[in-house]
């Protein structure tokens, strides 16, 4: 796997998760963007892979009001625009509830990091998505 940024698309399985909601219709994104963030709920002791799930919730927050400006929007034009307006409120409520689980404070993913700045810039990024998906 690779990361070569802070950003919620900026990893091979950001990436490739995004990659596979593309060619989906809406209601197939939102099922697919619903059970990503009950895998993560549901993981128990199991860690889900963290740049999924951030790259899943940055994708509602884009979608939302809040979220049309976010920069990283410009890694996938049109991204804005896949989901239906107002988006389902247990979308919103779950994609938050999944970074709570898959980035615990003391989690590995947080720990990965070497670069302090570039920890402190990716917990603003995290930070930045659940404020957007709090603002429903």
Request: aromatic share 8%.
């Amino acid at each position: 796997m690779g990361t070569w940024g802070v950003g919620p698309f900026d990893s091979d399985t950001a990436e490739d998760f995004v990659d596979g909601l593309e060619n989906l219709s809406v209601p197939q994104r939102i099922e697919v963007l619903r059970a990503a963030f009950r895998r993560a709920i549901d993981a128990g002791d199991s860690e889900p892979l963290p740049g999924e799930i951030i790259a899943a919730a940055a994708v509602v927050a884009a979608n939302m009001p809040a979220g049309e400006t976010l920069s990283w929007n410009e890694d996938y034009p049109g991204i804005s625009e896949w989901l239906v307006r107002p988006i389902p409120s247990d979308v919103a409520a779950l994609s938050i509830q999944a970074l709570e689980a898959a980035l615990p404070a003391n989690g590995w993913f947080w720990q990965s990091w070497i670069d302090d700045e570039e920890k402190r810039e990716s917990e603003a990024v995290v930070s930045r998505i659940k404020s957007v998906l709090s603002s429903q």
